[in-house]
């Protein structure tokens, strides 16, 4: 039963580029939550969502940063011309239901570097 | 809203010794506490949590008990082994009741 998969690993983007980071949450399960860790920091919650739903995006930043769970697909998070600040570790999760803390199923993350 | 606090890494300890690494908390009411582990490679896992007071969670021989007087759920294994290697993370719940708190990650390494 394979686990919550996220794409690429490890992704470099120059200033100014798009980043796509990718998670597909295990079978069966319907929520996502994407979280990011900044360098010397712990996992901050991001944003919450159901298919076709966004239900929580109080931890996304208010510009450049969108996420979107279709349908059909995994979850993308998308970082419009990205800078510096934006190198970090963006973990997904994902659940069955709208569940408490605890049933939460991670990712192994993606590290972006921004150069 | 509620944080959490964790002792720094990396933490370095010889097979079979003794564990501890701290965690500290800061809410407004009483969230469940959690510690999760990673692997290198892998996402994190739930490795024990807590939901009240005095509730001692434990798995794989780690424990780790919630203590409202100090604010306190620090990870305790007797016993470690080589394959313990990984990175801890401490986490509290958020009031929304589904997203979590995260301390910054103490990477502990078991030498044999």
């Known amino acids: 039963n394979a686990g919550v998969m996220q794409n690429p690993r490890h992704l470099v983007r120059r200033r100014g580029q798009e980043a796509r980071l990718r998670c597909s949450p295990m079978?069966?399960?319907?929520?996502v939550y994407w979280y990011r860790q900044l360098p010397e920091e712990g996992l901050k919650f991001m944003v919450y969502?159901?298919?076709?739903?966004?239900?929580?995006e109080s931890g996304m930043p208010k510009e450049r940063f969108s996420a979107e769970f279709p349908k059909e697909g995994p979850s993308i998070l998308r970082i419009q011309q990205v800078v510096r600040g934006d190198s970090a570790a963006y973990f997904c999760?994902?659940?069955?239901?709208?569940?408490?803390?605890?049933?939460?199923?991670f990712g192994p993350g993606t590290r972006l570097t921004v150069t | 809203g509620n944080s959490v606090t964790q002792m720094e890494g990396p933490v370095t300890l010889s097979e079979e010794a003794f564990l501890t690494i701290n965690c500290t908390y800061t809410?407004?009411?009483?969230?469940?506490l959690f510690w999760y582990v990673q692997y290198p490679g892998e996402g994190l896992q739930l490795l024990l949590k807590?939901?009240?007071?005095?509730d001692k969670g434990s798995n794989k021989g780690f424990e780790a008990t919630y203590r409202k007087e100090t604010t306190s759920f620090h990870l305790e294994k007797g016993s470690v082994q080589v394959s313990d290697s990984a990175v801890y993370f401490c986490?509290?719940?958020?009031?929304?009741?589904?997203?979590?708190?995260f301390g910054k990650g103490t990477s502990l390494l078991v030498t044999p």
């Open positions: 999760a994902s659940s069955r239901a709208r569940v408490n803390n605890d049933e939460q199923y």
């Open positions: 807590a939901t009240k007071a005095d």
């Open positions: 809410a407004t009411g009483y969230p469940s």
């Open positions: 986490a509290s719940g958020a009031d929304s009741g589904y997203a979590l708190n």
């Open positions: 079978k069966g399960h319907s929520h």
């Open positions: 969502l159901q298919k076709e739903n966004i239900i929580d």
